[in-house]
């Protein structure tokens, strides 16, 4: 990784600066370079903000490890902060959420047996994703709602199988951080690769 | 929308200046209107770059709209803008792809019948997001890639049933990209809310 990067990264408080062993050098331990890799990571192939990762970063840099206990608590953490709108400009407008949409996805839980409160950021974020479709004039969305809950579901198995069979050298709560940007973004990557085919070869 | 927002997205090109009406108003058009939630979307749920964002609305100006013809070529462009990686700081390291990973993910598509090009930024993609999952210890996640790949495929589904589905005022450039972004965004907030159950309800 190169030079101007790390400086950017130390600069902006992601990662803590090497120890200096001379004027124009300064060495970096193994730490450091997970670290690094993790910041590019959900910087370049997660698409986060410097802001974001910063936050994520310092809830990381607060999980306990050792305890599988206080760990999952510092993961659980960390996703809030993944999941809490960006502050941009300090003038985020709030969208109410139609109360029409708040009953599809309403329906939609019940139909699937999910359990999540309809108060939980997770309800709110589907139904104000399904209502700026609306507000775009893509309200067919909302109409194959059960589709894009299949592929969720699936997603969801399969994070939950690699969470429970997970073992390694980080904590949990990085695991459960890169697992949840990360897995995001294969799906979508893997849902390209399977639709440049889709669109090129058979009708399907 | 308040009028900090704006004025941002004005300075930072996202959107042409309104026409003055008085020293401290300006009017707006219900395109102006439309573009700005196009552009809230993208930056505020879509979790896209100022720089990106910008990058996408160039091309859609440039969509010749009316023509359905034009408009898929000027979709596709807005695509590859899209999935271009962030220009950052300029200095971004290149990852030497893992042959294993490679030969992976070219017997996935092969077991799958996609015929996307090894080659091409998606395949690309796919084996970058999996190197770097290893990179973090996390290479349990290439063990499941069948199950990833399920949920994907039922979105890629979903997809293409609205993106031949669709009509309405927006041209298909524009239609496009708000499906990539926000049908990505769809199918990662309702994993979360199908997971969001799936930990508290029953050993499942």
Do not use: C
């Amino acid at each position: 990784m190169s030079t101007p990067t790390i400086k950017y990264y130390i600069r902006e408080g992601l990662l803590p600066a090497g120890r200096l062993t001379s004027s124009n050098q300064a060495r970096y331990t193994e730490d450091h370079v997970h670290r690094l890799r993790l910041i590019r990571a959900l910087l370049e192939l997660g698409g986060l903000s410097v802001a974001k990762v910063r936050a994520i970063m310092a809830v990381l840099d607060g999980d306990p490890g050792s305890s599988p206990r206080g760990g999952q608590v510092a993961g659980l953490e960390a996703l809030e902060v993944l999941a809490a709108p960006a502050p941009q400009d300090g003038s985020l407008a709030i969208l109410t959420a139609d109360p029409r949409t708040v009953a599809l996805v309403d329906a939609l839980a019940e139909r699937r047996g999910w359990h999540a409160p309809a108060d939980g950021a997770e309800f709110a974020r589907v139904v104000e994703i399904l209502d700026t479709l609306g507000e775009l004039d893509q309200r067919h969305f909302a109409d194959r709602l059960d589709a894009y809950a299949d592929a969720a579901e699936r997603a969801a198995a399969a994070d939950k199988e690699l969470l429970h069979s997970a073992t390694g050298g980080t904590g949990p709560a990085e695991r459960l951080v890169v697992a949840a940007v990360l897995g995001d973004q294969l799906v979508s990557a893997l849902r390209r690769l399977a639709r440049s085919t889709g669109t090129a070869g058979t009708t399907g």
